[in-house]
T-cell receptor
Framework: DQQVKQNSPSLSVQEGRISILNCDYTNSMFDYFLWYKKYPAEGPTFLISISSIKDKNEDGRFTVFLNKSAKHLSLHIVPSQPGDSAVYFC????????????FGTGTRLTIIP | DGGITQSPKYLFRKEGQNVTLSCEQNLNHDAMYWYRQDPGQGLRLIYYSQIVNDFQKGDIAEGYSVSREKKESFPLTVTSAQKNPTAFYLCASMTWTGPSGNTIYFGEGSWLTVV
């Protein structure tokens, strides 16, 4: 049972445009969400997080939006750069301080120069 | 430099053999994790440990074993009972980031191939 879903396995975006990566979850107990970026043969690196008390969190070119009623979150990257080409994973946990994260299946983002 | 070190990066195993993947962190993090990644799948949790001398099974613990004798170290043994061990293995540790929650940091990963 996949509790965290990323329904788009891949996405291609022109350099300079906005990249939007989506993530849906089914467990209503999740209240803390993170995005990770992963290059081939490397470990994921943390990008940005959001807790359920917020609906938006911004960090430079990266913004995460959370829609709790729809159980949906999205990561916006603007403007997209070639170095953003990677696999992006969303992850969720049931509470602040809960150590168990559930990951989505990932979306491969390709930025076209 | 602080970080998480996994070794070896590449490992070949014959069927029927046990192998141990090393994970060391000098970040002073209490919690450590082992994940597995297969093509087209997300990261799946094998085992995690919140404190020394204690660990819990994740979603796919069968065929694996761990120990946590020291805060810095969380080795993973892939036993011969693991039916499909060829995968990319990721070790991670966790730190609190304050009121906004916690963040997991990953090592560079270990490729295990069964031949």
């Amino acid at each position: 049972d996949q509790q965290v879903k990323q329904n788009s396995p891949s996405l291609s975006v022109q350099e300079g445009r906005i990249s939007i990566l989506n993530c849906d979850y089914t467990n209503s107990m999740f209240d803390y969400f993170l995005w990770y970026k992963k290059y081939p043969a490397e470990g994921p690196t943390f990008l940005i997080s959001i807790s359920s008390i917020k609906d938006k969190n911004e960090d430079g070119r990266f913004t995460v939006f959370l829609n709790k009623s729809a159980k949906h979150l999205s990561l916006h990257i603007v403007p997209s750069q070639p170095g953003d080409s990677a696999v992006y994973f969303c992850a969720a946990s049931v509470a602040f301080g809960n150590e168990k994260l559930t990951f989505g299946t990932g979306t491969r983002l390709t930025i076209i120069p | 430099d602080g970080g998480i070190t996994q070794s070896p990066k590449y490992l070949f195993r014959k069927e029927g053999q046990n192998v141990t993947l090393s994970c060391e962190q000098n970040l002073n993090h209490d919690a450590m994790y082992w994940y597995r990644q297969d093509p087209g799948q997300g990261l799946r949790l094998i085992y995690y440990s919140q404190i020394v001398n204690d660990f819990q099974k994740g979603d796919i613990a069968e065929g694996y074993s761990v120990s946590r004798e020291k805060k810095e170290s969380f080795p993973l043994t892939v036993t011969s009972a693991q039916k499909n061990p060829t995968a990319f293995y990721l070790c991670a540790s966790m730190t609190w980031t304050g009121p906004s929650g916690n963040t997991i940091y990953f090592g560079e990963g270990s490729w295990l191939t069964v031949v």
